[in-house]
């Protein structure tokens, strides 16, 4: 469990459809008996073996304990996979479907196992389902383009893929350094995101020495409104997280997704010449 290639790959591909991985389990046991036997097991494991289980095999040797979208390509062949399962035990159970007659036995089993799989409540759940499961990147970045930013106003977000994305150009990625560490790089002198090549502010100490500048103008937060579970907290760093909540960070902006959030720090009273610049692609 602690080693690579790592086990987690499968366990994380499981949350896309327990009930495929069950059905699919229980006819690999069949599979394996029946090559014990000296007997042959019909082709779609081949197609089980070469898009699921040696792909995700793989994967283990590139990470511990991989997001579960990483998994993700595997879903399609074991869902394939799945109800050629259920298919052969039906023709094996009730004969009368191989000649073309659907025995309510497998009429049965089909309904019940589509169901199983698919899950429509789940479906039902995701389909459509606009800002409740889905966080509001893109209502932040419009927000963001409606403000008149002045040459040294400075933008700092969390999601920094998402926002360089939609406004072309971020000035801070805003994180804990801890969960930052395996997605950053240093170049020019500077530890940045290795996919924008935003500058990481990772510590309560980095955050508060940029609110600390003089020649800074208004610096913008942009929250996100992933990994809720403890309201970022964990991902941000407790030193970061206080400091957000303090009373200094003004809240401008609250997304359709209701987490979401924009934070506005004003200006210093003084500021200086210079500064950095924030350029947002309209």
Aim: proline share 5%; charged share 20%.
């Amino acid at each position: 469990m602690a080693g690579l290639p790592s086990v987690w790959t499968y366990v994380r591909a499981v949350s896309f459809s327990p009930v495929a991985w069950v059905i699919v389990c229980v006819g690999l046991v069949r599979a394996l008996w029946l090559i014990s036997e000296g007997k042959r097991v019909p082709d779609y494991w081949l197609l089980f073996a070469l898009t699921v289980w040696l792909p995700l095999f793989a994967l283990g040797f590139f990470g511990w304990y991989v997001e579960v979208r990483y998994t993700e390509f595997a879903l399609l062949a074991l869902l394939v996979s799945a109800f050629a399962v259920i298919q052969d035990w039906i023709q094996t159970v009730s004969p009368n479907l191989t000649r073309g007659k659907v025995a309510p036995i497998g009429l049965v089993a089909v309904v019940s196992t589509t169901a199983l799989i698919v899950n429509p409540l789940g479906l039902a759940h995701v389909v459509n389902a606009g800002y409740s499961i889905h966080p509001d990147h893109k209502g932040a970045a419009e927000f963001m383009k409606s403000i008149r930013l002045r040459p040294n106003d400075i933008i700092v977000a969390e999601d920094s893929l998402e926002q360089t994305y939609y406004l072309g150009h971020i000035d801070y990625w805003l994180i804990g350094e801890e969960t930052a560490r395996q997605y950053i790089e240093r170049k020019d002198g500077a530890v940045r995101d290795i996919y924008t090549g935003a500058p990481l502010i990772g510590t309560a100490a980095e955050l508060g020495a940029l609110l600390n500048r003089r020649d800074r103008g208004t610096v913008y937060v942009i929250g996100s409104g992933e990994l809720q579970e403890d309201g970022r907290r964990f991902v941000r760093g407790a030193g970061i997280d206080d400091t957000l909540h303090q009373p200094i960070f003004e809240l401008i902006f609250l997304g359709r997704d209701g987490l979401t959030r924009i934070w506005k720090v004003r200006a210093p009273s003084r500021p200086v010449n210079g500064g950095a610049r924030s350029t947002i692609t309209h």
